[in-house]
């Protein structure tokens, strides 16, 4: 009978609580998810499990001891693999759409709204000021500024904001269009726009080093996301650094993205996840991503005032920094109004400058709030 | 003012001042590239 006992309390099977079970439930829904349903699967895949592992009575996340406490203290409390990640994204980046035709920039500034709508949603709901940004920056659809914000401001929302972020990015395809539609009519939908001029290799070399110099000097709070951004890109534009510009595309960013997924999940314990506050999020979430897309397409119209060449108003809405899944739906609707419309490449234009506007976003609410 | 007014207006102010900026920039700095590149090419048929 000792030995039974004995047996029984080395065992986790005791320390269970219901919060285990449901987070277990949650982390197989998005197994299931990721695999069947192909939602963002690179990094939903080492969330999901990043979720179980948390959730199953071990020392995996004990501060100072646990290897996933490791992943997340190194890589997230340290902000260390965001900026990794934007490498990457600069390195995958062409930013030719931008140079083309840099009016669009102004698009990636303007579906920054969403965050802003959010955050002021997210006070009302009784929200700190710093946990409001960090449920804010979910509007701008890019899941490592959003981690790389919450560990600075409010850890406690990482994992679910990340999430959010990550659960949106793959409904865009859902998401926006009803917006879009909603808020642009038949015949602005149909409207064509000149093609994109050919872009020297010495514009695009020029363009990672102005927009470091630019936005370092004007938001300092946003230079590790949008350094190693530049550098990626400056590597992939230079065209003497084709290795380094691979590793960065490649190997590194695989190597963080399951750093950064195990690590996010791992964030997900029951204790901080089942609350309240994270149905507020989701539906948070949601609003900063349909109001980010609205105030996209409501500045094309505004542009659109002003402009001689008028510019379809629905790129506005790829100005979220879903890359490249904002601009294809763009375009989807777009050719269903007119199936000769190819809208791709000018609503890549405003959705790279979403990148850099949710990364300037960011570093605007480090610089009040750190 | 208030703390998340002083964040609101800062942020907005701040993200469309970097992209106006930016747009400027890129637009200088495109003409400037295909003035290199053009009186490099005339040189190079020179």
Same mark, same amino acid.
């Given at each position: 009978?000792?030995?039974?006992?004995?047996?029984?309390?080395?065992?986790?099977?005791?320390?269970?609580?219901?919060?285990?079970?449901?987070?277990?439930?949650?982390?197989?829904?998005?197994?299931?998810?990721?695999?069947?349903?192909?939602?963002?699967?690179?990094?939903?895949?080492?969330?999901?499990?990043?979720?179980?592992?948390?959730?199953?009575?071990?020392?995996?996340?004990?501060?100072?001891?646990?290897?996933?406490?490791?992943?997340?203290?190194?890589?997230?409390?340290? =902000?260390?693999? +965001?900026?990794? #990640? &934007? $490498?990457?994204?600069?390195?995958?980046?062409?930013?030719?759409? %931008?140079? /083309?035709?840099?009016?669009?920039?102004?698009?990636?500034?303007?579906?920054?709204?969403?965050?802003?709508?959010?955050?002021?949603?997210?006070?009302?709901?009784?929200?700190?000021?710093?946990?409001?940004?960090?449920?804010?920056?979910?509007?701008? =659809?890019?899941? +490592?500024?959003? #981690? &790389? $914000?919450?560990?600075?401001?409010?850890?406690?929302?990482?994992? %679910?904001? /990340?999430?959010?972020?990550?659960?949106?990015?793959?409904?865009?395809?859902?998401?926006?269009?009803?917006?879009?539609?909603?808020?642009?009519?038949?015949?602005?939908?149909?409207?064509?726009?000149?093609?994109?001029?050919?872009?020297?290799?010495?514009?695009?070399?020029?363009?990672? #080093?102005?927009?470091?110099?630019?936005?370092?000097?004007?938001?300092?709070?946003?230079?590790?996301?949008?350094?190693?951004?530049?550098?990626?890109?400056?590597?992939?534009?230079?065209?003497?650094?084709?290795?380094?510009?691979?590793?960065?595309?490649?190997?590194?960013?695989?190597?963080?993205?399951?750093?950064?997924?195990?690590?996010?999940?791992?964030?997900?314990?029951?204790?901080?996840?089942?609350?309240?506050?994270?149905?507020?999020?989701?539906?948070?979430?949601?609003?900063?991503?349909?109001?980010?897309?609205?105030?996209?397409?409501?500045?094309?119209?505004?542009?659109?005032?002003?402009?001689?060449?008028?510019?379809?108003?629905?790129?506005?809405?790829?100005?979220?920094?879903?890359?490249?899944?904002?601009?294809?739906?763009?375009?989807?609707?777009?050719?269903?109004?007119?199936?000769?419309?190819?809208?791709?490449?000018?609503?890549?234009?405003?959705?790279?400058?979403?990148?850099?506007?949710?990364?300037?976003?960011?570093?605007?609410?480090?610089?009040?709030?750190? | 003012?208030?703390?998340?007014?002083?964040?609101?207006?800062?942020?907005?102010?701040?993200?469309?001042?970097?992209?106006?900026?930016?747009?400027?920039?890129?637009?200088?700095?495109?003409?400037?590239?295909?003035?290199?590149?053009?009186?490099?090419?005339?040189?190079?048929?020179?």
């Amino acid at each position: 009978m000792e030995f039974l006992t004995n047996m029984w309390s080395t065992m986790g099977i005791g320390s269970l609580y219901w919060g285990n079970v449901v987070m277990w439930l949650i982390a197989f829904l998005f197994i299931y998810l990721a695999i069947k349903k192909e939602y963002e699967p690179l990094l939903l895949l080492p969330i999901a499990f990043g979720i179980l592992l948390v959730n199953l009575p071990s020392e995996i996340m004990t501060p100072g001891e646990g290897l996933l406490w490791r992943f997340y203290h190194y890589g997230e409390e340290w =902000a260390v693999i +965001p900026p990794l #990640i &934007f $490498l990457g994204i600069g390195a995958m980046t062409d930013f030719g759409p %931008v140079i /083309a035709n840099p009016k669009t920039l102004l698009l990636g500034a303007g579906a920054q709204g969403g965050v802003y709508i959010a955050f002021l949603g997210a006070l009302a709901l009784g929200f700190s000021v710093s946990q409001a940004a960090v449920v804010g920056i979910i509007g701008g =659809a890019d899941g +490592p500024t959003t #981690i &790389f $914000l919450a560990s600075k401001l409010a850890p406690e929302m990482m994992g %679910v904001c /990340a999430v959010a972020a990550y659960s949106y990015m793959a409904l865009v395809p859902v998401i926006q269009p009803p917006v879009m539609k909603l808020l642009t009519t038949e015949e602005e939908r149909k409207i064509r726009m000149k093609s994109l001029r050919k872009v020297s290799k010495l514009e695009k070399i020029f363009f990672p #080093i102005i927009t470091a110099i630019i936005v370092i000097l004007i938001v300092p709070d946003a230079a590790s996301l949008m350094g190693m951004f530049c550098l990626g890109n400056l590597l992939r534009e230079s065209g003497v650094a084709d290795r380094l510009s691979n590793a960065a595309q490649n190997e590194l960013m695989n190597i963080v993205t399951i750093f950064l997924g195990v690590s996010v999940g791992a964030t997900m314990s029951a204790e901080v996840f089942l609350t309240p506050k994270v149905i507020f999020v989701f539906i948070l979430g949601i609003v900063a991503f349909a109001c980010a897309t609205a105030c996209g397409v409501l500045l094309a119209k505004f542009m659109n005032l002003f402009l001689k060449e008028k510019i379809n108003p629905l790129i506005g809405a790829a100005g979220v920094s879903a890359v490249p899944m904002a601009a294809r739906v763009a375009h989807k609707v777009g050719s269903e109004a007119d199936k000769k419309n190819y809208l791709l490449m000018h609503a890549m234009g405003p959705n790279v400058a979403g990148v850099i506007g949710t990364a300037v976003a960011a570093g605007m609410f480090l610089s009040v709030l750190k | 003012m208030s703390l998340p007014l002083l964040v609101l207006l800062s942020g907005i102010t701040g993200v469309f001042l970097v992209m106006i900026f930016l747009q400027l920039m890129v637009t200088l700095s495109s003409k400037l590239a295909i003035f290199l590149e053009n009186k490099a090419q005339s040189k190079t048929d020179q």
